[in-house]
């Protein structure tokens, strides 16, 4: 059972949603091992992924973080939206990350993930305090459509992190955008486990 609770916190409000599951968990994915998770979501087999990248994937999709049968279709529609006739698949535009240097420099790439109830809760409530919007019985239709444009704008959410190397796609990583820190931070970790991406 779920509740959702509005609290008035003066000029803003925040959302509150308790479940039977402690702390949102998704127990769909927790009841199941990491290979068990990675086998079930199904994703492409046309691209790599590191064990890092299927370790994070499986905790945060555990957490609530993230929605891995978004990722999992995100890659069916890319792989069927560019295959040629030949059966080969068309390279595609890789979105490099911009950010300081010593982050370029890893030449990394990066789409969007669908949020899970969890991540995407925070960014609403964020949005909420940010704006000073109290939720009321006459602007309650309006706030969804403000914030999904708030959030396109400025690209909250989580992306997946990967590398494109000889016309393959390497999955690295999960993050929240504009996380560079974490990104110097764990840049060390793809090198280690994929040298020859880096090379």
Do not use: W
């Amino acid at each position: 059972m779920t509740d959702i609770k509005i609290t008035d916190c003066g000029d803003y409000s925040q959302i509150q949603i308790t479940s039977e599951f402690p702390e949102g968990k998704s127990m769909q994915y927790a009841e199941l091992d990491q290979d068990t998770f990675i086998s079930k979501i199904k994703l492409p087999e046309v691209h790599e992924y590191t064990d890092y990248f299927k370790k994070r994937l499986y905790q945060l999709s555990i957490d609530g973080i993230v929605k891995p049968e978004s990722l999992a279709q995100h890659h069916r529609n890319l792989e069927q939206d560019n295959r040629l006739r030949s059966g080969s698949l068309k390279r595609s535009a890789a979105s490099e990350i911009l950010g300081s240097e010593e982050i370029k420099q890893y030449a990394l790439c990066h789409h969007r993930i669908s949020d899970g109830r969890e991540s995407f809760l925070k960014m609403l409530n964020h949005f909420l305090k940010r704006q000073k919007i109290r939720i009321t019985s006459q602007n309650n239709h309006f706030i969804y459509d403000a914030f999904t444009i708030n959030r396109m704008k400025y690209e909250a959410g989580h992306r997946v992190i990967y590398k494109e190397f000889q016309g393959k796609r390497y999955y690295l990583d999960i993050c929240e955008y504009g996380n560079d820190e974490y990104l110097k931070q764990t840049a060390p970790k793809y090198i280690a486990e994929s040298p020859m991406l880096f090379s």
